[in-house]
């Protein structure tokens, strides 16, 4: 079956700019989440969306932000981009039920510049 | 923060079994341990997890301690495949019913030949 997809899977922009980046979670998967990796600070969790409700958010400024359509797709809105957003931006999604584990995407590798 | 402490790095011959280390010693009664990868600029890959009992997959498998504290991940033959940073997690449980997972800095494994 057909993995979770993010696209696009490069992107370049301009501080100030704003980006938009989708996911495609597994057929079946009504959750989603999104995470930020740097390499100073690691994988760092966003937030998460459960049937087009945000459940739970980490420790980012108003700046990011998401969304879930019916579909269960995701995406997530970063606004007056920093350099310091420059990141691989992971997309997450799991089937109903606690115990399984998350399957990833490829991620989106954002360049601020 | 993460609850878990991982080594930064670990070596291991190909063909021998690799044993990744993990501690948690503030793991509750109903947190699970999961074991990521994550391949240069991949997306992470979920290998296993457990309560505690020891479980196998076709991955690997995961020995958790009696008082839970701790655990091991084993892959049994390792390749240069396996080369890749893993990461151990205790996983979180937010309000609302929505998790999010915690990485923490995990052990680069270097599977020589």
């Known amino acids: 079956k057909a993995g979770v997809t993010q696209t696009p899977r490069y992107l370049i922009k301009t501080r100030g700019q704003q980006v938009t980046l989708s996911c495609s979670p597994i057929s079946g998967h009504r959750s989603v989440s999104w995470y930020q990796q740097t390499p100073g600070q690691g994988l760092q969790f966003l937030f998460e969306y459960f049937s087009e409700t945000q459940r739970n958010k980490g420790n980012f400024p108003g700046r990011f932000s998401g969304r879930q359509f019916s579909n269960s797709r995701s995406e997530m809105n970063v606004s007056t981009l920093e350099l310091g957003d420059s990141a691989l931006y992971l997309c997450?999604?799991?089937?109903?039920?606690?115990?399984?584990?998350?399957?990833f995407g490829s991620g989106t590798r954002l360049t601020v510049v | 923060d993460a609850k878990t402490t991982q080594p930064t790095s670990m070596d291991c011959a190909e063909g021998r079994a690799a044993n990744l280390p993990c501690n948690h010693s503030t793991i509750s009664g109903n947190e699970y341990v999961y074991w990521y990868r994550q391949i240069h600029s991949q997306g992470p890959q979920y290998i296993i997890h457990g309560l505690k009992n020891n479980e196998t997959n076709e991955m690997a498998s995961l020995i958790i301690t009696e008082d839970r504290k701790s655990s091991t991940l084993i892959l049994p033959h390792a390749t240069l495949r396996d080369t890749a940073v893993y990461y151990c997690?205790?996983?979180?449980?937010?309000?609302?019913?929505?998790?999010?997972?915690?990485f923490g800095k995990g052990t680069k494994l270097t599977v020589n030949p």
């Open positions: 997450a999604s799991s089937p109903p039920g606690a115990l399984y584990g998350y399957t």
């Open positions: 997690i205790v996983r979180v449980a937010s309000q609302g019913g929505s998790e999010k997972l915690v």
